[in-house]
């Protein structure tokens, strides 16, 4: 079982369009991190959150970290191909106590 | 702008042979950190150090070994591998401030199969 649930785990979609992926959890994070990954490489941070209720955007990806800091998600506008990828979320629990999700496998057909 | 490298990138063991995977980074880092990714499992920590000279077990650490002589390496042992151990392994590193915004650089694999 995982810390972290990943949901969905994989997502097909047309340019265009818009999409919402989750991370939950039963555990309290004192920080959430979002990564991308694309094949043959190692993940890339998009971006961290670490206050409840947090909202960050970047561009057309918007990260919110819930209320009581056990879940996140992240919502992309106007998908485009160059979204797709595995993305993954990471929670902080306590300093040297990374877990990562899953990931979502995006794939933003042209 | 090396960042984390690992090497090697692919490799292939029979059950019971041992290898060294080697992490440098050239970013002063203080934090090192040997993670395997494995379908449907996500990426998992199997050792870590917060320091030149120091090491610490993560998540899935049984049957690895780390060392971290010099500052900017990190080196993961297999003692005697096993089919289990097929997987994908990520080093990483962080500054290690202590500030919990900070992110993981990572290298780009390990591709690691065990027959």
């Known amino acids: 079982t995982q810390l972290l649930e990943q949901s969905p785990q994989f997502l097909s979609i047309q340019e265009g369009e818009n999409l919402t992926v989750y991370c939950n959890s039963s555990?309290?994070?004192?920080?959430l991190q979002w990564y991308r990954q694309e094949p043959g490489e190692g993940p890339v941070l998009l971006v961290t959150?670490?206050?409840?209720?947090e909202v960050k955007k970047l561009k057309r990806l918007t990260f919110q970290f819930g209320d009581a800091r056990k879940d996140s998600s992240l919502h992309i506008t106007a998908a485009q191909p160059g979204d797709t990828g595995l993305y993954l979320c990471?929670?902080?629990?306590?300093?040297?106590?990374?877990?990562f999700g899953a990931g979502t496998r995006l794939t933003v057909k042209p | 702008n090396a960042g984390v490298t690992q090497t090697p990138k692919f490799r292939v063991l029979k059950t019971g042979q041992s290898m060294t995977l080697l992490c440098a980074q050239d970013?002063?880092?203080?934090?090192m950190y040997w993670y395997r990714q494995d379908p449907g499992m996500g990426l998992r920590l199997i050792h870590y150090?917060?320091?030149?000279?120091?090491?610490a077990k993560g998540e899935v650490p049984d049957g690895y070994n780390v060392s971290r002589l010099k500052k900017q390496n990190f080196l993961l042992g297999l003692e005697s591998a096993a089919p289990s151990q097929t997987s994908v392994y990520f080093c990483?590193?962080?500054?290690?401030?202590?500030?919990?915004?900070?992110?993981?650089?990572f290298g780009d694999g390990t591709r690691l199969s065990i027959l």
């Open positions: 990483a590193s962080t500054i290690g401030t202590g500030r919990l915004d900070q992110p993981q650089h």
């Open positions: 555990s309290v994070f004192s920080s």
């Open positions: 959150v670490v206050t409840g209720g």
């Open positions: 990471a929670g902080v629990r306590f300093r040297n106590d990374m877990r």
């Open positions: 970013m002063n880092h203080e934090y």
């Open positions: 150090s917060v320091g030149e000279g120091t090491t």
